[in-house]
T-cell receptor, first 113, second 112 residues
Framework: NAGVTQTPKFQVLKTGQSMTLQCAQD?????MSWYRQDPGMGLRLIHY???????DQGEVPNGYNVSRSTTEDFPLRLLSAAPSQTSVYFC????????????FGNGTRLTVT | SQKIEQNSEALNIQEGKTATLTCNYT??????LQWYRQDPGRGPVFLLL?????KEKRKERLKVTFDTTLKQSLFHITASQPADSATYLC???????????FGKGTMLLVSP
């Protein structure tokens, strides 16, 4: 029972490089989301999806793209990495329903130099 | 704008005592509130959910209260153990679709 799997666990990028953070869930959850966690800032919502083919912006979407081609996968793309994107990124999923709890992956720690 | 406040200072208590963590919010009327636990290097793990029409919820040694008049939730761990040491996050629903607004969390340290 893997739950939510994020890869890679750690990544170092140079400014301007692009990359994709992977997220996969095996619980058949409709809803998926990406958060970033910074010291003193708490978790902030980047993008979310309510089903395959449907995505929307969260609180801090600039510099990130998402797509949802399958129920299982929800990758997060950094188009041109900036030092301000140095953070820990968490992917979460939940079943349909307003009050469904989130299931989180264990995060990707990204450093942009 | 919506604001969620949790004690930024770590809470240090002795094993066996009851830990009480506070979550206050402003400019918001959430339909429900959730509490999560986060260990270093790990993602948050869901603990409890309480709805606006519920005053109190319990699960084993955990208890959550929700006062929509005071705009406050209290999270209690009774008979605390060193293994309860972690950061505890409260979260409010944002747009539905399980998109939550999180507080910054309070670190709990339980000493033997």
């Amino acid at each position: 029972n893997a739950g939510v799997t994020q890869t890679p666990k750690f990544q170092v990028l140079k400014t301007g490089q692009s990359m994709t953070l992977q997220c996969a869930q095996d619980m058949n959850h409709e809803y998926m989301s990406w958060y970033r966690q910074d010291p003193g800032m708490g978790l902030r919502l980047i993008h979310y999806s309510v089903g395959a083919g449907i995505t929307d912006q969260g609180e801090v979407p600039n510099g990130y793209n998402v797509s949802r081609s399958t129920t299982e996968d929800f990758p997060l793309r950094l188009l041109s990495a900036a030092p301000s994107q140095t953070s820990v990124y968490f992917c979460a999923s939940s079943s349909r329903g307003k009050s469904s709890p989130l299931h989180f992956g264990n995060g990707t720690r990204l450093t942009v130099t | 704008s919506q604001k969620i406040e949790q004690n930024s200072e770590a809470l240090n208590i002795q094993e066996g005592k009851t830990a009480t963590l506070t979550c206050n919010y402003t400019n918001y009327s959430p339909a429900y509130l959730q509490w999560y636990r986060q260990d270093p290097g790990r993602g948050p793990v869901f603990l409890l959910l309480i709805r606006e029409n519920e005053k109190e919820k319990r699960k084993e040694r955990l208890k959550v209260t929700f006062d929509t008049t005071l705009k406050q939730s209290l999270f209690h761990i009774t008979a605390s153990q060193p293994a309860d040491s972690a950061t505890y996050l409260c979260a409010l629903d944002k747009k539905g679709y399980s998109t939550l607004t999180f507080g910054k969390g309070t670190m709990l340290l339980v000493s033997p």
